[in-house]
């Protein structure tokens, strides 16, 4: 074969590879771009309560976004976190803006430590202005846009200070789902001030509305050790044998699934459990004069025979995944 013929059958070859890959790239690429998009943030708590639920989004972000990332087609998600406090706190509040680096998420976010508060009510209306505001939700059309305010207290009405209320509405305007979750003891607010509020913010924004659930394990005066799951200031214990008990407490059938309504006298267990959250342990001295109303001196009563704290594992992974899969559901046509 001539050296002319064999040029010109190499140059034919490249053409035709030229024409394939030419044809392939765009395909590639409109593979790429057709793939939908998924922001989810937090907007969480950090006073001295919260540690629980700040280990949570540490430990479960990653395993959270490869539970999302099986869908069919598979979502690009996005996680950023906003960390409030109070003012005079440390901080008022922290930003940890948007990646797809999951890894790098998770690095970020894990000098979060709980401190501050203290005195009740947080800036919760702060904390969810800079959410919405500072953090670069996406402009991509279908983005699904998902928010989870995490909380154990109310907002703290500042003079001058953003509303909730007003907050909410702008979100829902810019296509922003707020779910909100609370933690232990927002119960113990005046329903207009905790609960009442979360569970607004929530209806006006198209959201969702939870109350975390806890598992942790008491000794009685008998030695004997049992496991409990608490939730909004109600008490279950567990049936032997039972694991399913997030998935129980998420769809809030817990008395009528995995959990049998425990008897009355636990109740002292869990005023125990209100003190060791806030950080009076069996033997500690200084306790308030409600844990010595109760009967819970140092080192004695009740408080002497609870084992954990309230605060041990919680439902938090799975009412965040429950919430994030619905809206991939109905907003990006994603199917699990």
């Known amino acids: 074969m001539s050296n002319r013929k064999t040029l010109s059958l190499v140059m034919a070859a490249a053409a035709v590879l030229s024409t394939v890959s030419s044809n392939a790239l765009p395909s590639m690429a409109k593979e790429a771009g057709d793939r939908p998009h998924m922001d989810l943030a937090f907007c969480i708590d950090t006073t001295g309560s919260m540690q629980h639920e700040i280990d949570m989004v540490k430990t479960k972000t990653k395993e959270l976004v490869a539970k999302l990332s099986t869908g069919k087609p598979a979502p690009i998600v996005r996680v950023g976190l906003v960390a409030?406090?109070?003012?005079?706190?440390?901080?008022?509040?922290?930003?940890?803006?948007?990646?797809?680096?999951?890894?790098?998420?998770?690095?970020?976010?894990?000098?979060?430590?709980?401190?501050?508060?203290?005195?009740?009510p947080e800036s919760v209306n702060e904390g969810l202005h800079v959410a919405l505001n500072s953090l670069d939700w996406g402009t991509e059309k279908g983005t699904a846009k998902l928010l989870f305010l995490i909380g154990d207290a109310g907002p703290h009405d500042y003079p001058g200070d953003y509303k909730w209320d007003e907050e909410s509405k702008k979100a829902i305007a810019r296509g922003i789902q707020v779910n909100t979750i609370a933690c232990s003891g927002l119960e113990n607010y005046p329903g207009s001030r905790g609960v009442d509020v979360f569970k607004q913010i929530a209806k006006l924004?198209?959201?969702?509305?939870?109350?975390?659930?806890?598992?942790?394990?008491?000794?009685?005066?008998?030695?004997?050790?049992?496991?409990?799951?608490?939730?909004?200031?109600?008490?279950?214990?567990?049936?032997?044998?039972?694991?399913?008990?997030?998935?129980?407490?998420?769809?809030?059938?817990?008395?009528?699934?995995?959990?049998?309504?425990?008897?009355?006298?636990?109740?002292?267990?869990?005023?125990?459990?209100?003190?060791?959250?806030?950080?009076?342990?069996?033997?500690?001295?200084?306790?308030?004069?409600?844990?010595?109303?109760?009967?819970?001196?140092a080192g004695?009563?009740?408080?002497?025979?609870?084992?954990?704290?309230?605060?041990?594992?919680?439902?938090?992974?799975?009412?965040?995944?429950?919430?994030?899969?619905?809206?991939?559901?109905k907003q990006l046509n994603v199917s699990y």
């Open 205 to 297: 924004t198209d959201g969702k509305y939870d109350t975390l659930a806890y598992r942790s394990e008491i000794v009685d005066a008998s030695g004997k050790r049992e496991t409990v799951v608490t939730a909004a200031g109600a008490t279950y214990k567990m049936r032997a044998g039972e694991r399913d008990w997030k998935a129980a407490a998420a769809s809030g059938r817990m008395d009528k699934a995995v959990m049998a309504a425990s008897p009355a006298p636990m109740e002292s267990s869990l005023v125990a459990g209100r003190l060791l959250r806030r950080g009076y342990y069996a033997g500690s001295k200084g306790l308030p004069a409600s844990a010595k109303a109760e009967g819970f001196a």
């Open 300 to 329: 004695g009563g009740g408080m002497a025979s609870y084992s954990t704290p309230a605060r041990g594992d919680s439902n938090l992974d799975e009412l965040v995944l429950g919430a994030a899969r619905e809206k991939a559901k």
């Open 84 to 120: 409030y406090r109070d003012r005079g706190d440390e901080y008022v509040t922290k930003v940890f803006p948007f990646s797809d680096n999951i890894d790098q998420v998770v690095k970020d976010i894990s000098s979060l430590k709980a401190a501050g508060g203290g005195d009740g």
